[in-house]
């Protein structure tokens, strides 16, 4: 139990459908980062936000849609992806994203587009 | 662009082999971290290393910071099925607190 909980853990949609990932962290963090884990590829970030706002978007294409309500929730909604989308989804958070302190991870959602 | 190498990338060994995860860059990092994921997983930290030269022992984990802070070693001793794993380094940048991550090293010790 790392403080950091994802839902769902396993998604399939189609490309049109249109779907949502949950993140909650328990940890009192105030950083939350959402990364792309493909096959023998490098853990790719996708967005960060500090204290409810995104600090950082690294290119992600726009079918990709983040939301941070408030601090401990960080949500990715999904809409017409494509089936080179389909990874696992991390949800890590940190104390702040200032400095390159520890990540705390999720267990990941893994998307299989079809 | 800061990149980090890792080698090797797949590595499966029996039970109470050594082994050793490298992890390279051209670019010099403040600090280095080493992650562990298992299946079904998110990565969890096993340590965090700042000094160049510095060496950090975790039970049969040790590992090493290059003294030009660009390179890392993890080296286990005597491994077991439960190292069984990804693992993967993550190097700090100066720049906004960013962590670069290796591609990871897949390692499977068999009984």
């Known amino acids: 139990e790392t403080g950091v909980t994802q839902t769902p853990r396993h998604l399939v949609m189609g490309m049109t459908n249109k779907k949502s990932l949950k993140c909650e962290q328990h940890l009192g963090h105030n950083a939350m980062y959402w990364y792309k884990q493909s096959a023998k590829k490098p853990l790719e970030l996708m967005f960060v936000?500090?204290?409810?706002?995104?600090?950082e978007n690294n290119s992600v294409p726009s079918r990709f849609s983040p939301e941070c309500p408030n601090s401990s929730h960080l949500f990715l909604h999904l809409h017409t992806l494509q089936p080179e989308d389909s990874a696992l989804y991390l949800c890590?958070?940190?104390?702040?994203?200032?400095?390159?302190?520890?990540?705390?991870f999720g267990e990941g959602s893994r998307l299989t587009v079809l | 662009t800061q990149l980090l190498e890792q080698s090797p990338q797949f590595l499966s060994i029996q039970e109470g082999e050594n082994l050793t995860v490298y992890c390279n860059s051209s670019s010099v990092f403040s600090s280095l971290q080493w992650y562990r994921q298992e299946p079904g997983e998110g990565p969890v930290l096993l340590v965090t290393v700042v000094t160049g030269g510095e060496v950090k022992k975790l039970k049969r984990l040790t590992f090493q910071f290059g003294d030009a802070r660009k390179d890392s070693s993890l080296h286990i001793t005597a491994a077991q099925p439960g190292d069984t794993g990804l693992y993967l380094c993550a190097g700090g940048d100066n720049q906004g607190g960013k962590l670069i991550f290796g591609q990871g090293t897949e390692l499977s010790v068999k009984p």
């Open positions: 890590a958070s940190s104390q702040d994203a200032l400095n390159t302190g520890e990540l705390f």
């Open positions: 936000y500090s204290l409810e706002e995104r600090v």
